[in-house]
């Protein structure tokens, strides 16, 4: 018996088959980042759009004087202590800003506690480069920001700026993505396809100001000053200089929401695959050998090269496999050369795509059975911030292995997890996307009968509650996605959340 309406399955399908036909449109779609979106501010790139950056600015401030998401502590230093350096020009001329400016020091005083002397893998992307950057720059300004707490952060950031050294990175490097917190100078070679440096927002406005000067670079500076107008619109607030922390990423949101597809036995969907496969053959034609990147302008990595050889299955390219085990370093996966923190989802992909071609993993295989919690959870990923995503990964790729034991773990894990609502959400809430890939990690497992048996109740209800908040608006608390700042890839998380509800629907 169906869960849902028939209306309700036309509805699902129809909203699915608009997002895979507007896969990629205007460079992906991203919300808004506080950090970025600073960092405009605090390079005054968008003069005439000052007053909204700040209002847009202050509007994310949380009541604990911090911005960023409460639940995850690691993550709101840098978007705090750049809107607080960002804002301060502007302290005296507004009473409001001087009030955030307050509440955001305390903040920083209150939260010391959270950094220790070792890290996690999880932390922001290039934090160890950023945030020591930002804390100069906020002893420049006489803020009186104690950087004691953050010692092992800039212990990190020390090696990372040496291998930035050995490796010279150029152009659409991922080096690049964080030059605002390393580079100097103003040379236009920066600049990668996207008209940005390094594909991200920050780095380019830094350029821009870096550049100010070069009256000669005036066609590159209307380039980079173009990205960032398009930037902006990919968040759809509508203000010229509230941008996301990473633009453009039109093949990282090719990849997912075919990936999603995949995984969820829709690429064939007979309402579905004519829209589908003109995005495989493309997706197809745009690998290449060296692998694929966030955009057809960014360096290759092995997570999402991972995804598209896992999506394309026989599709793929001949020698895919020779292209996946270029990322393969010490029997692991890797997602960029020189990381210095793994990824567990990175290596469950590389599971998936080799299981794909009907080869094994045994070396990422042990590594993530080995990083299984004791209550069966897997957490700490570096491009994820949720438990719920991280493990639903791991169990889908523990899944291609037979390592129902471990899967199983994860199963109870997932249920002991449901919210009363229905939902699941590693914050204080349930979130449309966490709960479809708990969902969807329960649809995986229900091959199995003992694990369909136990799980059935819980799936329904989950599938119930999806049904009812699958259209709740987007806020702050349902960012996941870990960059420089957390965020969403909007249409990514979308498949996911219509896919889960369209396999909820018998056939």
Known sequence: MSIYPTQHTEHTLDGLRRLITEIGQGGGLVSPSIYDTAMALRFDTFPDARESIIA????????????????????????TLASIVALHPYRDAAPRVRKACEGALAFLRDQAEHWGTSL????????????????????????????????????????????????????????SHSWEGWGSGSSP??????????????ATAAWLHASRDRADLADARATARDYLLQASRSTQVGVPGVVPTVWPIDRFEQAWVLYALRILDLVDHPRLADVVRPKLLDLGAALR????????????????????????????????LDTLRRFEKDGMFITYANELQPSLTTNAHAIH?????????????????????????????????????????????????????????GTEALLRAQREDGGWGAGCVSTAAETAYA???????????????????????????????????????????????????ARVDRAWILGALLVSQPS
């Open 56 to 79: 847009w600015l202050l509007d994310q401030q949380r009541s604990d004087g911090g911005w960023g998401l409460s639940s995850v502590p690691r993550a709101r230093a840098l978007p």
């Open 120 to 175: 996690p893998d999880d932390i922001p992307v290039g934090l160890e480069l950023l945030l020591p950057w930002l804390l100069r720059e906020a002893s420049s300004l006489g803020l009186g920001v104690d950087s004691t707490p953050y010692r092992a952060l800039s212990a990190l950031g020390d090696r990372r700026r040496a291998l930035i050294g050995k490796a010279r990175p150029g152009a659409g490097s991922a080096a």
């Open 189 to 202: 070679d920066l600049l990668d396809g996207s008209g940005g440096v390094g594909h991200s927002p920050a």
């Open 289 to 320: 050998a060296e692998g694929m990147g966030m955009s057809d302008a960014f360096v290759h990595d092995g997570d999402i090269t991972s995804t598209v050889i896992a999506t394309l299955g026989d599709l793929g390219a001949p020698r895919a």
């Open 353 to 409: 795509a080799l299981a794909c071609h009907g080869e094994k993993a045994p070396e990422p295989t042990r590594y993530l059975l080995r990083r299984q919690e004791p209550d069966g959870r897997w957490v700490g990923d570096k491009w994820h911030s949720s438990w719920l995503y991280t493990t639903t990964q791991v169990m889908l790729a523990l899944l291609q292995e037979g390592q129902v034991s471990a899967v199983k773990a």
């Open 439 to 489: 969902v969807l990690a329960l649809f995986a497992v229900r091959k199995d009968r003992e694990l369909e048996a136990m799980t059935r109740g819980a799936w329904q209800r989950g599938s119930t509650w999806l049904m009812a908040n699958a259209d709740v608006e987007l806020d702050q608390d349902q960012l996941r996605w870990i960059g420089k700042e957390l965020y969403c890839p």
